[in-house]
């Protein structure tokens, strides 16, 4: 039992450490890196926006809206790729009698989203890409804004802050602070020179360094161009991300929470293709971490003072935690979320656990679909 202890004793005393470190200078340089508002543009180039979409006839018409409200002075298409929908989508697309819609409907040999944003850059005219989704609402700044930060950070590829849409539940209250947690943490990874993860709906990048890193993408998933594409781009290029209001996207959050492990199990099947270090060096602690928190209750059956170890882990991680929401929540305007990490922690090495397990075997759906990894 005392070698138990022991051993246990030094795993959550390095993994704490390591991981508390890592969160502290996130939270550093988060606070620190300021907003990136200077972002003028001299001339409007022309913008391709791409865009999936399967079965979407409930967010389309709040996304095309949001889309010719656009505060952009240049020209710009927007390319809505059909996953072979069988709702009412296309009709609703119809209805915006709008030369810059596009419907484009990809071959019944393409099948995925990552194959429908592929078939679109094909047909795209422009030398800028933007990418978001179709369950998304965009500032109506957001082209310039991107376009703007592309240009004057001079950079490949740029990716924007993405949030959850705010409906005001316990539950919608807690994945927006998770959802937080993680876009946060990728933004922080890009201020300290270490890219490793970004989100599809919001990132913008010059069709040559596209068509260049898409010719040494992995094709072995069905899903995950974003994080490839970044991880690629950032080794080969230059990745950037700009911290600005105007760029915000908002998205749906999951509807509960079956649909919440499905968008988990989708994002962490991913992870075995990982190559870039960062990426990999995260992982590891998230789940190590996540791992012997689980785990820490279940040997306290064993040995009762495993308990000690188990709240030294668990306070270590709040309170890291906390330091580093305190500057994301503020950002993302949402500083009332802040009371929740404590109830966060409680679930949370559950459910890191239970998504990395069942994306070993578990084949999730996607669009009443299921999905390869």
């Not at 068509?211 to 040494?216: D, F, L, Y």
Request: hydrophobic share 45%; glycine share 4%.
């Amino acid at each position: 039992m005392d070698c138990l202890f022991n051993i246990l004793a030094i795993i959550i005393l390095l993994l704490g450490s390591i991981y508390g470190i890592t969160l502290i200078i996130f939270a550093i340089t988060f606070s620190v890196k300021k907003e990136d508002n200077k972002l003028d543009l001299n001339t409007y180039p022309d913008v391709s926006m791409l865009i999936a979409f399967r079965n979407e006839q409930a967010n389309l018409s709040e996304l095309i809206q949001s889309i010719l409200s656009q505060n952009y002075n240049g020209n710009f298409e927007v390319l809505l790729s059909n996953d072979h929908s069988t709702d009412n989508s296309k009709n609703i697309i119809s209805k915006f009698k709008d030369e810059r819609i596009k419907v484009l409907n990809i071959p019944d040999d393409h099948i995925g989203k990552k194959s429908a944003l592929r078939y679109a850059a094909k047909k795209a005219k422009s030398e800028i890409l933007l990418f978001t989704d179709a369950d998304c609402i965009l500032q109506k700044n957001w082209i310039k804004t991107m376009v703007s930060g592309l240009i004057n950070m001079n950079t490949d590829m740029l990716c924007g802050p993405v949030i959850f849409k705010k409906e005001g539940t316990f539950l919608n209250n807690l994945f927006r602070l998770e959802f937080m947690s993680l876009t946060g943490s990728g933004a922080a990874g890009f201020f300290i020179n270490k890219p490793f993860l970004c989100n599809g709906a919001n990132f913008a990048i010059k069709r040559e360094s596209y068509e260049k890193a898409m010719s040494h993408i992995n094709d072995k998933y069905s899903s995950g161009d974003d994080i490839f594409l970044l991880h690629y781009i950032s080794k080969n290029g230059k990745a950037d991300f700009l911290k600005n209001s105007d760029s915000f996207v908002v998205t749906n959050a999951p509807e509960n929470i079956r649909s919440f492990f499905n968008q988990r199990i989708r994002w962490a099947s991913k992870t075995t293709g990982y190559k870039d270090p960062f990426s990999i060096y995260m992982s590891l602690i998230t789940f190590g971490f996540s791992l012997i928190l689980f785990f820490a209750p279940i040997f306290a059956l064993i040995n009762p003072h495993i308990w000690y170890l188990f709240l030294v882990g668990f306070l270590s991680k709040t309170i890291a935690d906390k330091i580093f929401l305190f500057p994301v929540t503020k950002f993302y305007k949402s500083k009332e979320l802040i009371f929740l990490v404590p109830i966060l922690q409680i679930v949370y090495p559950c459910y890191i656990v239970t998504t990395v397990i069942l994306s070993l075997f578990y084949r999730p759906n996607w669009k009443e679909r299921p999905i390869n990894k």
